[in-house]
């Protein structure tokens, strides 16, 4: 498409319209603020609302019904086996998508932000060009780039529509339940999506290079989740690569190379998710006084998202960090204020991490591998969920929720835990790490009986040897 003739003038352009962009861009406009939304998609959302996130855990939530169904027999309760309609599920999941996507126009449209569509490169540093829009120009006085990230690629293979080797994106479109499934990569992407198809009939192979699952959790969260995966997937093989892919109409032929036996397989279809890469390339930054680096991160020169480039800013993906959208977003109300003249920074002590499998596993602050690797004193206590009653109600005895902590001060450091509803759960931890909050805070605080949530009160009874279902330590 040509590019249009009109040009235009704001205040705020924001380039990107996944969590971050749309965040930036509300707040903005709620300061006050002549705000312009760009992206080459026609409703905001980003990848996070129409290919990562939300379909993400729309299937999960699926697939958590599909599990709990199962574990319902050893407590007297016995369902058929489940039915899978493959074009309803999709059809629920566009419900969803479609539901969010509206709210955030009509959120946009209220608050006078113009949406445009196309897409933005940079000719300076106040002005970008559109492609694929009826407007050919916009002039801004200060920009944030919000573009995201896309999966990385299997070396030598390159995506296409209806290929048998899926980016998550593709695999997200459901677009059959395969008999053979390959999973390249035992990070949260790989396991999420993996957890998807075993609970719908595929028989699952993960394949992971380094010498454990999630490398970024403690390795006693994970432990509880990888005797449920060696339970509902077929295999999972650490320490191993994959060094060759051929793809043919009936499946696609691997060579392996590891901690494997057979080193040649073929599976109907293999998903790579072997992580993520910033959208900066065909941003135009070499116009302006932005600098990237090696990987195409922005470089960010302050906790204000400020670039090199004084009236850009950068969130999300692209500045690096954690990429997470709940970390985007947060950056992206700290950009807005920062434009509108308010006082703020990125200064969080805490950003929550969530794996939404079965069991989920979810963090927050210093872990403990961090702490040892940096050899900082730390003192950590564990509360088994076999201790716990509501988790004995619910057959999720085999959780865990652990506390890191100051030895000295007792203030909070960190929280980890495995199990059901975590998503949720982790949320006191990082208020209390946000907020100084110390051992006894957590551990006087009085909470509802009988609740998972109880697990984070009687881990910090035992650092004070006042846990009720736990013997207290005998001391010398």
Known sequence: MVMGELALETEVLVIGTGPGGYSAAFRAADLGLDVTLVDPAHRPGGVCLFRGCIPSKTLLYLAEIIFDAERSSRMGIRFEKPQIDLEGIRKWKDKVINQLAEGLVNLAEKRGIQLIKGHAVFEGSNSVRLQDSEVGRIKFRNAIIATGSQPIHFPGITPRKGSRIMDSTAAL????????????????????????????GSKVTVVELSDRLLPGADRDLVKPLRRRLDDIFEAIHLNTMVIEMKESKTGVAVRLKGDVERTERTFDRVLVGIGRRPNTSALGLEATNIKVDEKGFVLLVDNQQHTTDGKIFAVGDVAGGIMLAHKAAREGKVAAEIIAGKPS???????????????????????????????????????????????????????LTKIIADPQTHRVLGMGIVGRETEGLIAEGVLAIEMGALIEDLALTVHAHPTLSETEMETAEIFLGSATHILPRKTK
């Open 173 to 200: 479109e459901l677009l059959e339940i395969p008999n053979t499934l390959l999973v390249l990569g035992g990070g949260y992407v790989g396991l999420e999506i993996g957890t998807v198809y075993a609970a719908l």
């Open 345 to 399: 920074a990125f200064d969080v002590r805490a950003i929550p991490a969530v794996v939404y499998t079965d069991p989920q596993i979810a963090w927050c602050g210093l872990t403990e591998e961090e702490a040892r690797l940096s050899n900082r004193k730390i003192s950590v206590q564990r509360f088994p969920w076999q201790a716990s009653g509501r988790a004995t109600t619910m057959g999720a005895r085999d959780g």
